[in-house]
């Protein structure tokens, strides 16, 4: 015991009588443990941030979608496939389990008013999509079944779209916005969700009753559907029954049925593989710091020489001068991945309120782990070289 | 007790064969005062590096204390170098890094065995004795050079040898200093029993010993020359 305190000791001591060394050569361990931690904090964060969209979906959720969808494997994801059109709708609807209906138009569109313009995603659909995600207003109020009926032209747009041709949500309760020269009242707007990367999506988008939107869709189809069963129990018979219903008209492949749990694993998988990759790609820049810790320890072996002689004329065992070298490359790699680890945790607060990124226990683990695995990886090689040194020629080294 | 039976040592420098010791073989008793005596490449600072078990000889033994060493490990080497033999060399070969005291500790660091006196209550008390005390904290580039070699001879000390090894002991200091040095040395072979070895090109300070060899090309001679 107090020969390890000794040996920390001493070896706390070379660094510290070095300091630019030290610091230069813990650099590209720093830079390395950075940008693993980060990586690991921005995957985790995005990850977290995808599941919590998903939980807004509800647990009743299921989604007709063309082509294979995510969890296909002709990887083709949502081109190609069918689209889906009222028949569908309305057969759809008649399944035992299935609450209620929302067929999904989508387009992008330019939104004009007042001289002013302002690309938007057009959905078409009807109220029930309100409740995947997009079910508070601050101003105004969201359409309903009644609207769709009626066939009323109105849209619930999002901020930016609101503030760019009215300055404000409020100022555009009650306006007309123009969607490729159809004229559209806005009765409602959606909270501003912020500027964040993936927060703004909601601010350009512009919500109106797919009966409303044939105009801009004269086949009349859709581009997917959303259903909500009565129950999440009997979600995977309504899935099955609504599949044997399609495929009276479409091929196995035109089509998905899917639920969010199910695409949740997908995207958990997808995350799981673009982990793999940036840890992969952190691991190099730890690879190279832990060559710098080695160039430089084998600097230190030769230019300590004498002083390993004296050590070993005076009963250091070969074990004792490799672990006094071997201390020293793990204390220059772990401080690396102390100073990383500190910087990303500053980063990552720092970047809180732009996008969520996590650090927690793993990335901990993770980056002193792999700290202290170069440390040793790398430092047992020269250590060795000083623990297998001739006493005597090591005395006599000037 | 130590015994050197037909030591050789030879280097091999390019294609070229050097003998530097050509069958040695003498006895250094316990509690002997012995001067190794000859001039620059007689071999003698090798004769005292494989005496010290810090060099490995080509041919012959060295027997310490009735056990043969040519054949023991490394690390039974180590062990015998830290509690039986003290090294102090013509450069004091203190760790600039250490404290005064640390120096003095060091060995005990390496001991393999469990020591049955308190390290630092021994290494004060030499420090008091070699008159180094008030300078327990300093560094050893910040001390004279007859300071660096009490704090040598301190060191050499602590694990409580039964051997002294000096080599040149005095090569780095002026006369007045060696003379104190010499003196300490012999203190410690008439008052603690410690058998000491000097090696020296000095004929007058071999003079300071009670027995002489003179080496000289590899060889034990008669007289120096």
Redesign the interface.
């Given at each position: 015991m107090?020969?390890i305190w000794?040996l920390l000791d001493?070896s706390f001591?070379?660094l510290r009588?070095n300091k630019a060394r030290t610091f230069l050569t813990s650099l590209g361990i720093l830079i390395g443990v950075l940008s693993v931690v980060l990586m690991l904090a921005f995957g985790y964060g995005l990850q977290g941030y995808i599941e919590k969209q998903f939980e807004t979906l509800g647990k009743t959720l299921i989604m007709i979608l063309p082509g294979q969808g995510f969890g296909g494997s002709g990887g083709a994801g949502l081109i190609g496939g069918v689209t889906f059109d009222e028949k569908d709708v309305n057969k759809v609807k008649k399944v035992t389990g299935v609450e209620s209906v929302a067929p999904v138009f989508t387009k992008m569109v330019k939104a004009e008013a007042n001289g002013k313009s302002q690309y938007s995603s057009l959905v078409a659909s009807t109220p029930e999509i309100f409740s995947s995600g997009f079910d508070d207003v601050d101003y105004g109020r969201l359409f309903t079944k009644t609207d769709v009926n009626k066939k009323a032209k109105v849209a619930v747009i999002g901020s930016k779209i609101a503030e760019k041709l009215f300055g404000s949500n409020k100022n555009a309760i009650g306006k007309t916005i123009r969607i490729q020269n159809q004229r559209f009242t806005v009765i409602g707007t959606f909270p501003k969700k912020g500027g964040g990367a993936l927060g703004s999506d909601i601010d350009t988008h512009l919500i109106i009753p797919y009966t409303a939107a044939f105009s801009f869709n004269p086949d009349k189809t859709f581009f997917a559907i959303y259903l909500k069963a009565k129950d999440d129990k009997i979600i995977g018979e309504v899935k099955a029954d609504i599949k044997k219903t399609l495929l009276k008209r479409y091929k196995e492949d035109d089509f998905t049925v899917t639920e969010q749990a199910e695409l949740l694993g997908t995207v958990n998988s997808i995350f799981a593989i673009l982990n793999t990759v940036l840890i992969a790609i952190g691991s190099i820049s730890l690879i190279v710091g832990g060559i710098g810790i080695m160039n430089i320890m084998y600097a230190t072996v030769t230019d300590r020489t004498?002083?390993i002689?004296?050590?070993?004329?005076?009963?250091?065992?070969?074990?004792?001068i490799l672990l006094q070298f071997l201390s020293e490359a793990l204390i220059l790699s772990l401080l690396g991945g102390f100073l990383g680890l500190l910087i990303a945790v500053i980063i990552v607060i720092l970047i809180q309120p732009l996008f969520p990124a996590v650090i927690n226990a793993y990335s901990v683990v993770v980056g002193f782990g792999i700290s202290s695995l170069i440390g040793i990886f790398f430092g047992v090689f020269p250590a060795r070289r000083a623990a297998q040194l001739s006493?005597?020629e090591a005395?006599r080294y000037e | 007790m130590i015994k050197l039976v037909d030591i050789t040592k030879e280097y091999e420098i390019g294609n070229e064969k050097t003998q530097i010791l050509k069958k040695i073989s003498l006895e250094i008793k316990d509690k002997e005062f012995i001067g190794i005596l000859g001039s620059s490449g007689s071999g003698k600072s090798t004769l005292m590096?494989i005496v010290?078990l810090?060099?490995t000889p080509t041919g012959g033994k060295v027997i310490i204390e009735g056990k043969d060493t040519s054949s023991i490990k490394?690390?039974e080497l180590?062990?015998l170098?830290?509690?039986y033999v003290g090294?102090v060399?013509q450069q004091f070969?203190?760790?600039n890094?250490?404290t005064v005291f640390e120096n003095i500790c060091?060995?005990a660091?390496?001991?393999?065995k469990k020591l049955n006196y308190n390290i630092k209550e021994k290494a004060l008390e030499l420090m008091q004795k070699f008159s180094i005390l008030d300078r327990k904290d300093y560094y050893p580039n910040k001390i004279s050079g007859g300071q660096q070699q009490r704090v040598a001879i301190a060191?050499a000390l602590i694990?409580s040898p039964k051997l002294i090894l000096a080599d040149e002991p005095t090569g780095n200091l002026d006369t007045k200093t060696g003379d104190d040095i010499l003196k300490l040395l012999e203190q410690l072979n008439k008052e603690f029993g410690v058998t000491v070895v000097i090696v020296t090109h000095e004929k007058d300070v071999a003079a300071r010993t009670k027995r002489q060899i003179f080496i000289r090309d590899g060889e034990i001679a008669k007289k120096y020359l």
């Open positions: 107090k020969f000794f001493s001591d070379d009588r004498k002083e002689g004296v050590r070993r004329a005076i009963g250091a065992t070969k074990r004792d006493p005597i005395i | 590096h010290g810090l060099d490394d690390n180590s062990k170098r830290n509690e090294f060399f070969n203190l760790i890094k250490l060091l060995p660091i390496y001991s393999q060191r694990m």
